[in-house]
């Protein structure tokens, strides 16, 4: 699951900088306009791509892979030792780390999980940053005067992606904190699939995840729970702390 350390990195880039409005906002405008029409072209593409049918492999910092797989209504965020699935019925979590499969089973009422991105983020472990938490961080730093946005493009994993780093918000961020989110780089694919998150902060800690493989069809089988699974039905899915993983 999801250390303190990559959670810490995520909440200063989606939240510190959102406390700058008051602090140079209108000799920063230009610069701010600016930021908004790249920004947000990126954070659109992600979130069109929410009814898309593909299956992204992605390698996080520590070489682990995370398998990210859609074919709607159904989503699934899967590693070796883990997978949450979410299906017009039902949510799943499944885990392996005491060795055989056991999921917890918790009814899809139909508004969706408010908790969704989290858990994936979770399941993909420690470094992994699923997109709508990507898209909230780019949100974020919209609203940041002072930041400053490069944009290019690149190929990766054999796609075309448009690129977007956004520096310059260490010292946007007010408070005594000891880590400062300093720049992170999103790279989405033009079909709108996440094809990169790096961020670093002030003290070095390190989110970063890259795309290696996609494809348009999607292994239906990682969209049930694995063969053999022990299924536990609970009201809510009970998700482990980062803490406790």
Same mark, same amino acid.
Not at 25 to 40: E, K, P, V
Not at 49 to 77: I, M, W
Not at 178 to 206: E, H, I, Q
């Given at each position: 699951?999801?250390?303190?350390?990559?959670?810490?990195?995520? @909440?200063?880039? /989606?939240?510190?900088?959102? =406390?700058?409005? #008051?602090? +140079? *906002? &209108? $000799? !920063?405008?230009?610069?701010? %306009?600016?930021?908004?029409?790249?920004?947000?072209?990126?954070?659109?593409?992600?979130?069109?791509?929410?009814?898309?049918?593909?299956?992204?492999?992605?390698?996080?910092?520590?070489?682990?892979?995370?398998?990210?797989?859609?074919?709607?209504?159904?989503?699934?965020?899967?590693?070796?030792?883990?997978?949450?699935?979410?299906?017009?019925?039902?949510?799943?979590?499944?885990?392996?780390?005491?060795?055989?499969?056991?999921?917890?089973?918790?009814?899809?009422?139909?508004?969706?999980? @408010?908790?969704? /991105?989290?858990?994936?983020? =979770?399941?993909? #472990?420690? +470094? *992994? &940053? $699923? !997109?709508?938490?990507?898209? %909230?961080?780019?949100?974020?730093?919209?609203?940041?005067?002072?930041?400053?946005?490069?944009?290019?493009?690149?190929?990766?994993?054999?796609?075309?992606?448009?690129?977007?780093?956004?520096?310059?918000?260490?010292?946007?961020?007010?408070?005594?904190?000891?880590?400062?989110?300093?720049?992170?780089?999103?790279?989405?694919?033009?079909?709108?699939?996440?094809?990169?998150?790096?961020?670093?902060?002030?003290?070095?800690?390190?989110?970063?995840?890259?795309?290696?493989?996609?494809?348009?069809?999607?292994?239906?089988?990682?969209?049930?729970?694995?063969? #053999?699974?022990?299924?536990?039905?609970?009201?809510?899915?009970?998700?482990?702390?980062?803490?406790?993983?």
């Amino acid at each position: 699951m999801q250390s303190p350390r990559t959670i810490a990195l995520l @909440a200063a880039a /989606a939240v510190a900088v959102t =406390g700058t409005l #008051g602090c +140079g *906002f &209108i $000799s !920063a405008a230009s610069n701010l %306009a600016g930021n908004l029409s790249t920004i947000s072209d990126l954070a659109d593409k992600i979130t069109k791509s929410e009814q898309a049918t593909f299956q992204a492999t992605y390698r996080l910092q520590d070489g682990t892979s995370v398998t990210v797989a859609q074919k709607p209504p159904s989503a699934t965020t899967a590693s070796d030792k883990s997978r949450y699935i979410s299906t017009a019925d039902a949510f799943y979590l499944c885990d392996r780390s005491t060795g055989d499969w056991v999921c917890q089973r918790s009814p899809n009422s139909g508004g969706g999980d @408010a908790n969704s /991105a989290a858990v994936a983020a =979770g399941v993909g #472990g420690n +470094g *992994f &940053i $699923s !997109a709508p938490l990507a898209v %909230a961080v780019l949100t974020a730093s919209v609203v940041v005067p002072n930041a400053h946005v490069d944009k290019s493009t690149q190929t990766i994993a054999g796609q075309n992606s448009t690129c977007a780093k956004v520096s310059n918000l260490a010292q946007a961020q007010q408070g005594n904190e000891t880590s400062k989110v300093t720049d992170f780089t999103v790279c989405v694919t033009d079909s709108g699939v996440l094809a990169r998150f790096a961020g670093t902060t002030t003290d070095g800690t390190k989110a970063n995840i890259e795309l290696t493989g996609y494809s348009g069809s999607v292994d239906d089988g990682l969209l049930q729970p694995p063969a #053999g699974a022990k299924i536990t039905d609970v009201g809510q899915l009970d998700v482990p702390s980062p803490a406790a993983t």
